[in-house]
């Protein structure tokens, strides 16, 4: 029988993962901050309940993750906002290299997600920010592991497609 952990560990070791799930669904950094609150408060009420025979607590949270981003989605009246999050002043010129290109390649990462249905930002959510394995994100979206990994397979394309022709200078 697998052992729970302490919710406090649980949420230190997944927020970052949790976040990056629900960041890449709405694009938003404070709405992202909200939903992501309110998932960590979902699963500290029923954590008596999870069983980690049946899921990872990542796919767990995850799926908690997806359920509140629809219903965030249900709720709000207004189209989506897109907001690329500025980084803190630099204080080296080598940082400020660095941050920039760090912004390039965010703007650039934001305009790909941009463009794609709020489906597909849920898959690319589950497999590349939380690093969920494609029986997980299956389990998650109620579909069989081929299946996951095939939509997966001709989504990485799509996204190829996008950035065709373009190099990093582009993305200034």
């Known amino acids: 029988m697998a052992e729970k952990t302490a919710f406090e560990e649980v949420y230190e070791q997944n927020f970052k993962y949790v976040y990056n799930v629900v960041y890449m669904r709405v694009m938003h ?22 069983n980690p025979e049946i899921a990872s607590v990542l796919t767990w949270l995850c799926a908690i993750a997806v359920n509140e981003v629809k219903m965030y989605a249900r709720k709000a009246s207004t189209s989506r906002e897109f907001a690329s999050d500025e980084l803190p002043e630099s204080s080296t010129e ?5 941050n920039t290109s760090a912004m390039a390649i965010n703007r650039e ?7 794609l249905e709020d489906k597909d930002r849920e898959l690319l959510s589950l ?12 389990e998650i979206l109620g579909t069989t592991q081929k299946a996951a990994t095939e939509r997966y397979r001709r989504l990485i394309i799509r996204c ?12 200034a």
């Open 29 to 50: 950094k404070e709405t992202a901050e909200d939903i992501t609150s309110d998932v960590f408060v979902k699963a500290w009420k029923n954590y008596e309940r999870y």
């Open 94 to 98: 080598d940082e400020a290299e660095v």
């Open 109 to 115: 990462a934001d305009r790909i997600l941009s463009q």
């Open 127 to 138: 497999r590349l920010a939380a690093e969920l394995s494609f029986a997980e994100i299956a």
């Open 160 to 171: 190829r497609k996008l950035t065709e022709g373009r190099s990093m200078a582009d993305f």
